[in-house]
């Protein structure tokens, strides 16, 4: 079975500039899951999606960030512009949804370096 | 408070050791809690599901206090390769599954 997909693995930007990122979760996934990890501290989420509806973006920061997920299948993430806070990994997640216990799996991240 | 508290860490322990960590959570309508173990540079994966009667696999243990908000993770004879951060998570089903993370504890053990 194929994981969770992220890409791009790294990004190099420049203050201000914007960057999206891209996620292709686990075939069958309803429910996916955008993270932003600051090194040092645990994951912070940042948009749950239910197929294409938003579950919630509660701390997404909706002055630069943005995120969709239009066919509830491909997300994408996108920063505009960016700021040198917004270094960090941003993990995506999938779960089938299903159940109370049901694991969340994963991508490898993109890391995202605003210089 | 932050919804997800764990012990700050790091845990620096000899091989053998027997390790403890506590995670404490704010909301009390939460209902199944997990345990992730993240590597170094590398995504969390699921290490354990906490069920209310606690449960176990094989050196590592999981015990949940719903009265107290409070789980925790024991790792018995602990081994080199034990060493990464434990990251307690808790899912709120009733607001869709959301899956808050705790900032982790980080494991480093020793030879």
Redesign the interface.
């Known amino acids: 079975e194929a994981g969770v997909a992220q890409s791009p693995r790294y990004k190099i930007i420049e203050k201000r500039q914007s960057v999206a990122f891209w996620c292709n979760p686990i075939s069958g996934h309803a ?1 996916l ?1 955008w ?1 932003q990890q600051i090194l040092g ?5 940042l948009i ?1 999606f ?1 197929n294409n509806g938003v ?2 973006d509660s701390q997404l920061p909706k002055d630069r960030f943005s995120a969709e997920r239009l066919k509830g299948v491909d997300s994408t993430l996108k920063i505009q512009p960016a700021k040198l806070e917004d270094s960090a990994v941003y ?1 995506c ?1 999938s ?1 089938t ?1 299903a159940g ?5 799996f ?4 993109t890391r995202l370096t605003v210089v | 408070r932050k919804e997800v508290e764990q012990d700050p860490g790091p845990f620096n322990v000899p091989e053998g050791a027997t390790v403890a960590f506590n995670c404490t959570y704010s909301n009390s309508a939460s209902q199944s809690f997990f345990w992730y173990r993240q590597d170094c540079r590398k995504e969390p994966k699921l290490l354990m599901s906490v069920y209310s009667s606690g449960n176990e696999d094989g050196r590592f243990t999981a015990q949940l206090n719903r009265a107290s908000q409070y789980i925790s993770l024991l790792i018995r004879d602990s081994k080199l390769s034990d060493s990464a951060t434990y990251l307690c998570v808790v899912n709120d089903y009733n607001q869709g599954g959301k899956l808050i993370f705790g900032q982790g504890t980080e494991l480093s053990v020793k030879p």
Do not use: C, N, S, W
């Open positions: 429910t899951y993270y501290q645990g994951p912070k989420l749950q239910q579950v919630d993990l997640a779960t949804g109370i216990r049901t694991e969340a994963f991508g490898q991240g």
